[in-house]
């Protein structure tokens, strides 16, 4: 298995570009997640999903766009991107049945945004 | 609502001594509670995590932590320190998960 993966490791974008944060799992996990981690602030969840179709927003979801059209990918849409918006951000999955089961996480796509 | 405070930003131990880093929650129920380590420019690596049972929890790489419900908190201890533990450590809470802010260790020989 390959566990949770995500392209691509870095990113620079201009103020105002779009792009997509890819984010896949291997694992047949119902349950993912978008963190972002700025330094001082630990990880804050941007948007999260439970099964294909089904998304709902975290705590700092304004900016961010998800879908889950399929099981294993959850990918992260920045329509415009902002300065506020760099940071790192990680993709995690666990099974859904029961949140008692271990979170796995991705290793990360660092993001700048100038 | 549920929110995790990890007192200390940055502790720094010295190789072989012990080690034990804080944290304190706010949860409405019985919490669900983990410790994560980040080495540099890695991903999170699952510790230890408490959900009932026994307070006194054992994980990883020579890890433990207590669950105290009267003090609110499930702070993390190792009893000799090695380099290798010099990582930020965060303590996360509830599901969806609520991070604290880590706490940076620093191991020096």
């Known amino acids: 298995n390959a566990g949770v993966t995500q392209t691509p490791k870095f990113q620079v974008l201009k103020t105002g570009q779009s792009m997509t944060l890819q984010c896949a799992q291997d694992?047949?996990?119902?349950?993912m997640s978008w963190y972002r981690q700025d330094p001082g602030m630990g990880l804050r969840l941007i948007h999260y999903?439970?099964?294909?179709?089904?998304?709902d927003q975290g705590e700092v979801p304004n900016g961010y766009n998800v879908s889950r059209s399929t099981t294993e990918d959850f990918p992260l849409r920045l329509l415009s991107a902002a300065p506020s918006q760099t940071s790192v951000y990680f993709c995690?999955?666990?099974?859904?049945?029961?949140?008692?089961?271990?979170?796995?996480f991705g290793p990360g796509t660092r993001l700048t945004v100038l | 609502a549920q929110s995790v405070t990890q007192p200390d930003i940055h502790i720094t131990v010295s190789e072989g001594a012990s080690l034990e880093l804080r944290c304190n929650y706010s949860?409405?129920?019985?919490?669900?509670l983990f410790w994560y380590v980040q080495s540099p420019g890695q991903g999170l690596q699952l510790l230890l995590k408490?959900?009932?049972?026994?307070?006194l929890v054992q994980g990883i790489k020579g890890f433990e932590a207590e669950f105290k419900r009267s003090q609110s908190s499930f702070n993390l201890r190792k009893p000799s320190v090695h380099w290798s533990d010099a990582a930020e450590y965060f303590c996360a809470v509830g599901d969806p998960l609520s991070f604290g802010a880590g706490t940076t260790v620093t191991v020096r020989a």
């Open positions: 408490y959900f009932s049972g026994d307070t």
């Open positions: 694992m047949n996990h119902e349950y």
């Open positions: 949860y409405g129920a019985t919490p669900y």
């Open positions: 995690a999955s666990r099974r859904l049945a029961g949140s008692t089961d271990t979170q796995y």
């Open positions: 999903s439970v099964g294909a179709g089904i998304t």
